[in-house]
Every structure is written in structure tokens, then in C-alpha cells.
């Protein structure tokens, strides 16, 4: 890949018409296929940065932008495609996508074919909606069969997480509910693991605490249960130094904020069951859950060397380099600038901040307003040392930190941005909320336009390897 400025400017006639149809220009690398259907990369030019603060947001003509990236299948709101409430996360399993719908519960997605995706399932949350913010279905999981969907809920009366017997995908039918173990508004994320044969879900509301729930085996009707077994909060060195440093009133305001998210994943330089959870204004937290009801606080970062953190850490994930090292990369959301945070994290007491990358130098519009809400980082995940980042009205992102190099100055490599029509013709912003790899593509869920299945031209195409563990 060659290497790239930070940030490459668009020349002023592309800023004059907005997000500008870039297509076919030199800045889209365009694939071709080969006769054994394999693509067949012509050479790559330079990334050109798609971010344009001043546009209008609801225009679809204006987001007709793609960086070495293609559009390869769609699924769109409305009619027999996405039910309508707007898509958020996304998990795969298998052939399948599960896509949270918001207000409405999630849809199955078959990805068979990835040119032409389908939807073969969808589970309603049967509870009555809150009059403000309907069913707020912040997250979803899967297990490993494809069988059993766990849902997140916030911000409702049933808060906390509801279990679905998936395996008819035709005929979804609820199991069970663990009622909200936190003390504030349910779960808004929630994770799904098997540690030492026994099946385990975490709940990561907003006082600052992490739950740990064993989940029972289902039983003939069939229901899934689920027991508390532990909680776990971010008592360690760094809390502690954390405290004493901290300005007076300064605690209150923080620990009130919780954390928004967490990654389960086997730590990619011990193999050990491990948490990397985004405490949102208390920073990056390492949890070893070994043993899931006697959770061990390994280490954490809250800002540690950086000029750009400023709390709202949302998601955190690590991979191992090259170089043998534990990388751990963080970003945060609604964050002025937003910003994402590499860090060596090797020694888990002692984490380092290698580089803190923005899209743009600022994200002051051109009458001086602070647009960096709009253009957001929010979820990610990891391939080969590429992160693969949905960014609301950014659209989605592929940024390099595969090697020491670029982990010390990150370079994006390929961008796309949904610009599809709904079914149903209404306008809407985009706003990418979530992008998973899978077989080498990369699915995003745009909250307002529907379900995309896009192809990054230098990824394997096809290639079950090329999968997020998410």
C-alpha cells in the first residue's frame, strides 16, 4: 500500500458541490474480475478524504463516494427488506447477519450471496414501546450456533436483555429476559461467551460496572435463564491514582458517566479470556474473566500522554503486531475532535499512547460551528491489523496501524459512503453505526438507509478467513 498523507485535500472544485460523486474518478480504484471470478485489482491511487463539512446532509447525490472500496449487495428499508426503526449493530454468524433494529427488535440477513442479500427472519421485541424512545435496542449477540439472539434494551421499563430462540429463523420466538443488573437503565451493551465449557453473558449498563450472567442450558419449552454471578468496577493502581489525582468534583462527574462499551476477546498475546471495555469518560479498562465470576482488573488508560482525549471512550479492541506486542486501539464518541487512540499495551500496568489520529484537522464548519457530532467515530472492528470504522456521516472508514510504522502515524487506505435510496423513497442522513468483515466484505448497518454488503478492493473477496471475530 503506499503510503499517504494524513489527511489529502479535495481540491476546490470537489468542495464547491459537497460530498461530490467521486466515482469513476481517480479516486475510486475500480475492480475488475478475472475468469476464475476472482478480483482483479487495477493499481491503487491515492486515498482522497470524503469528509465535507458543509453539505447538505439528506441529499443522497451528494454521498456517491467511494476510496478503493465498491458497493457489492444491499438490503434497503421498507417492503420485504429492513424493517423500518433504523439499523445499529450488527453480529455474523455462519452465513447470517443479525442486525438490532431500533423501536422494532433485529432482522436476520442470509449472506449466501453477498450481491444479492435477503432478509429470512425477523424477532419483535413484544413488550409495549416507552412513549419517548420507543424499544432502544442498543446491542445485540449470538452464540456461536446461530440459534440464540440476545438483545440489549435501555432506556425502558423492561430494561435489560431479552433472549430469542433464533433456530427457525422463519418462526423467532422469545426465551427469556434477564431483568437489568445494573443500577441505571439497562443494559446498553452486552457480550456473549463460552469460558470453561459454561456459557456467559456480560451487561454493561451505565454505573460504571460491568455484569457478569451465567446462562443456563434451554430447558424442553424452551427457556433460557440467567444468574448474576459477578460485577465487577475498575479497582486498581491506576483507579486509585486516578482518584487522588483527580480535580475536587471532578470524581462525581466522571464515575456518574459509566462506561458505554466493552469487547470480549481472547487476548492476542496470552490466549486468556479477556474484556477490553470503553468506560466512556473513565477510559480503557483490561479485564481478565479467566474465571467470569471472579473478574481480575488487569490495567487501564485514561488519557495517559494524550493532547485530543477527552473521555466518551466507545469502543476498544487489541490485536497483536508484528512485533509481537499487545496493540490496543480505542476511539470515542461525540468526542471534539474525535479521535482514535492507538495504544502499546504489552505491559497491561504500564500502556503507552503511540498515536492519536483525526480525519481532518478540524471539524469546524464554515461558519465556525463544531460539526464533530456529525461525523462521529462509533464501532470497529480488526483485520490484519486494519481497522475497519463505521463513522455516522463519515460514513465507513478502513484505517492502517497494521505495523509499528503506521501504528505511530495511522493512514487510511479506503473509504465508503451509503448513498442509497429506501424503498419507501423517504429522505434521510446517513449515519453508519456499525461495520463488521466477513469473508473478506464488509457489512455496514446505516441507521436510516438500510443493510450494505461493500467490497474494499484489496481484501480477499470470498475468503472465509478474511472474518472479525464481532
Request: aromatic residues 10%; hydrophobic residues 45%.
Amino acid at each position: 500500500m503506499k503510503t499517504i498523507h494524513l489527511v489529502v485535500l479535495i481540491v476546490a472544485s470537489l468542495l464547491l458541490a459537497g460530498c461530490t460523486d467521486l466515482s469513476g474518478s481517480s479516486a475510486r480504484n475500480v475492480a475488475k474480475r478475472g475468469a476464475a471470478g476472482s478480483p482483479v485489482l487495477s493499481k491503487l491511487t491515492e486515498f482522497v478524504n470524503p469528509i465535507d463539512l458543509d453539505h447538505q446532509h439528506n441529499d443522497l447525490s451528494l454521498h456517491n463516494i467511494s476510496n478503493h472500496a465498491e458497493l457489492v449487495g444491499r438490503v434497503p428499508v421498507g417492503g420485504d427488506g429492513m424493517p423500518v426503526g433504523g439499523e445499529g449493530e450488527i453480529d455474523v454468524v455462519g452465513d447470517y447477519a443479525y442486525v438490532a433494529i431500533f423501536s422494532y427488535g433485529f432482522a436476520i440477513v442470509e449472506l449466501k450471496d453477498p450481491a444479492n442479500p435477503k432478509v429470512v427472519g425477523r424477532g419483535q421485541i413484544p413488550m409495549p414501546p416507552t412513549p419517548v424512545v420507543g424499544h432502544y435496542t442498543a446491542d445485540i449477540k449470538v452464540d456461536k450456533t446461530g440459534g440464540w439472539v440476545f438483545l440489549a434494551l435501555e432506556l425502558s421499563p423492561y430494561a435489560g436483555m431479552l433472549v430469542f430462540d433464533a433456530r427457525d429463523k422463519a418462526n423467532i420466538k422469545l426465551a427469556g429476559f434477564w431483568p437489568a443488573p445494573g443500577k441505571l437503565l439497562g443494559c446498553h451493551m452486552i457480550e456473549y461467551a463460552e469460558i470453561g465449557g459454561q456459557e456467559y453473558v456480560f451487561c454493561a449498563p451505565l454505573d460504571a460496572a460491568i455484569y457478569v450472567g451465567l446462562l443456563a442450558p434451554a430447558t424442553p419449552a424452551p427457556v433460557r435463564e440467567v444468574v448474576t454471578v459477578a460485577r465487577w468496577a475498575p479497582v486498581s493502581p491506576v483507579w486509585a491514582n486516578h482518584v487522588a489525582t483527580n480535580p475536587p468534583g471532578g470524581l462525581a462527574a466522571t464515575a456518574g458517566s459509566g462506561h458505554d462499551d466493552m469487547t470480549f476477546q481472547l487476548d492476542p498475546l496470552t490466549n486468556k479470556p479477556t474484556l477490553f471495555v470503553s468506560m466512556w469518560s473513565l477510559g480503557v479498562w483490561f479485564v481478565d474473566i479467566s474465571i467470569p465470576a471472579a473478574p481480575l482488573t488487569l490495567g487501564g488508560w485514561i488519557g495517559g500522554g494524550s493532547k485530543l482525549f477527552a473521555g466518551n471512550i466507545h469502543t476498544t479492541m487489541a490485536f497483536k503486531s508484528p512485533e509481537n506486542k499487545r496493540i490496543v486501539a480505542a476511539i470515542p464518541e461525540g468526542s471534539r475532535p474525535p479521535a482514535i487512540f492507538v495504544i502499546d499495551a504489552t505491559d497491561f500496568n504500564n500502556p503507552k499512547l503511540l498515536s492519536e489520529w483525526t480525519a481532518v484537522p478540524s471539524f469546524k464548519n464554515a461558519a465556525g460551528v463544531d460539526v464533530s457530532g456529525t461525523f462521529s467515530m462509533h464501532n470497529f472492528q480488526i483485520v490484519d491489523g486494519h481497522m475497519y470504522v463505521a463513522m455516522y456521516h463519515g460514513g465507513i472508514w478502513v484505517v492502517d496501524i497494521h505495523n509499528e510504522t503506521m501504528q505511530r502515524s495511522p493512514q487510511p487506505v479506503a473509504s465508503y459512503m451509503p448513498h442509497e435510496p429506501r424503498a419507501d423513497g423517504r429522505p434521510y442522513s446517513i449515519g453508519a453505526w456499525d461495520v463488521v468483515v466477513w469473508h473478506g466484505y464488509m457489512l455496514t448497518a446505516d441507521s436510516n438507509g438500510g443493510f450494505y454488503v461493500v467490497h474494499r478492493t484489496e481484501d480477499p473477496a470470498g475468503d472465509a478467513m478474511y472474518t472479525s471475530f464481532a
